[in-house]
């Protein structure tokens, strides 16, 4: 029986489609945050295929919480003041993770970017599982002059060469202009680790569908 087609202009039926494919789960190393999350890859990416009625759907990495996200999350919570009444931008939100936990550090205000439609769908559900709101962006940044946020956040956005050296050169223009830079991530393909200091590691557990371990050792960087 063929699925009804998802409207990707249609807010309401995005978060149907994000609450029909996925269970509220903790991520291992963020036992305080709930996210709704797909406990497998290939068949939440099928349907995204099937219900949008396109081949070339991004993959759903909003749908999984990612190791960098998972440490960035772990770090912001642990030291709570760096975000405290500050302006935050999450790029690459995805599930809304790091956004998420700097809402619950008491940040001022957070907005959660994404180039996909479905994951601000996701992010807005994940805001209201945890009790805090975020501001929800649409649209690719990297191409703009940077947000006048105070703070910005980076989980895994290193896994592609053209994406890390558009991600370097954004995050580099904020730093500039005054923004405190936080990355989390397992030192992916085009990581630029000499550009980076790091803050905290962190052994996550992730599954191996994802990723080529149970564990995978991560940090949590600043520019």
């Known amino acids: 029986m063929n699925r009804p087609r998802l409207d990707p202009s249609d807010p309401v039926a995005k978060a149907a489609f994000v609450r029909a494919n996925t269970h509220l789960l903790s991520p291992p190393l963020v036992p305080e945050v709930r996210l709704h999350l797909a406990e497998e890859s290939l068949p939440i990416w099928q349907r995204s295929e099937e219900e949008l009625g396109e081949m070339n759907v991004p993959p759903p990495f909003w ?3 990612w190791a960098g996200g998972q440490a960035l999350a772990r770090y912001l919570l642990d030291n709570r003041l760096i975000c405290n009444n500050k302006t935050v931008l999450d790029l690459g939100s ?4 790091a956004a998420i936990a700097a809402a619950l550090c008491g940040a001022q ?3 959660a970017a994404e180039i996909d439609g ?3 769908a996701a992010c807005g559900l994940n805001a209201e599982a945890n009790g805090v709101r975020l501001g929800l962006e ?3 940044l990297l191409g703009k002059p940077p947000s006048e946020a105070e703070i910005v956040l ?3 956005l290193f896994y592609e060469r053209p994406l890390a050296e558009r991600v370097v050169a ?4 904020a730093k500039a202009q005054g923004a405190t830079i936080l990355i989390g991530d397992p030192q992916r393909s085009y990581f630029p680790r000499d550009r980076f200091t790091r803050l905290a590691e962190y052994y996550v557990p992730v599954t191996r569908e994802l990723e080529d371990s149970e564990i995978k050792k991560t940090a949590v960087w600043q520019a």
């Not at 995805?94 to 993770?97: I, K």
């Not at 954004?170 to 223009?173: D, E, K, L, P, T």
């Open 63 to 65: 749908a999984f919480a």
């Open 94 to 97: 995805g599930s809304g993770l």
């Open 109 to 111: 205000n957070v907005v």
């Open 118 to 120: 479905l994951a601000l």
């Open 138 to 140: 649409h649209g690719d």
């Open 154 to 156: 980076v989980g895994d």
């Open 170 to 173: 954004y995050v580099s223009a």
